[in-house]
């Protein structure tokens, strides 16, 4: 028999504060959760997912910053959010996690009875996609004031009023 002792070292706490919760973004170590029942590595194999069944949320893990984000669910049990953006989809019991060949999360939406997918694309690839392509909406995403001539002439900049 041959014994691995790759794993006989010593454990610690990775993530979380070991109190039930449904914390905020931020911190690894001081994310609270509320029975996380799966976590698998993202496509590019750098950043864990979790599904946090009682959150009703899907949370990521960058373990190079430390930083706990939401990636889909809005933290309410309820199926809504089909054809929108993950993060402000609503699942119910998110218990199970998967990756597509294709790089697609399947997430198994346990008290919904269904199998949902997340697409791999970007939020900044989704608008593009979605809204700016089909629609000729010409916009941009974090950059300077010099570029706010292409940003939609339809809002109107006031400046603020100062009273000194």
């Known amino acids: 028999m041959f014994l691995d002792d790759t794993y006989a070292g010593v454990i610690e706490t990775f993530a979380g504060t070991g109190v039930l919760g449904d914390?905020?973004?931020g911190p690894m170590l001081s994310a609270s959760f509320n029975h996380p029942?799966?976590?698998?590595?993202?496509?590019?194999?750098?950043?864990?997912?979790i599904a946090a069944w009682h959150?009703?949320?899907?949370?990521?893990?960058?373990?190079l910053t430390?930083?706990?984000?939401?990636?889909?669910?809005?933290?309410?049990?309820?199926?809504f959010g089909?054809?929108?953006?993950?993060?402000?989809?609503?699942?119910?019991l998110p218990a199970s996690l998967a990756l597509s060949p294709t790089g697609d999360l399947v997430?198994?939406?346990?008290?919904?009875?269904?199998?949902?997918?997340i697409d791999g694309r970007s939020i900044g690839r989704y608008l593009r996609e979605e809204l700016a392509g089909p629609f000729g909406i010409d916009f941009l995403m974090g950059f300077g004031a010099e570029e706010d001539v292409r940003v939609a002439d339809w809002i109107v900049y006031k400046p603020a009023q100062l009273s000194l």
Do not use: H, W
Not at 55 to 63: L, V
């Open 23 to 25: 914390g905020p973004e």
């Open 37 to 49: 029942t799966n976590i698998i590595f993202d496509a590019t194999g750098a950043n864990l997912l």
């Open 66 to 79: 430390g930083v706990v984000t939401d990636t889909c669910g809005d933290g309410r049990r309820a199926y």
């Open 55 to 63: 959150n009703s949320k899907i949370r990521t893990i960058d373990p």
């Open 82 to 92: 089909d054809e929108g953006p993950a993060i402000t989809a609503a699942l119910d």
């Open 107 to 117: 997430v198994m939406d346990q008290a919904n009875q269904v199998l949902r997918r």
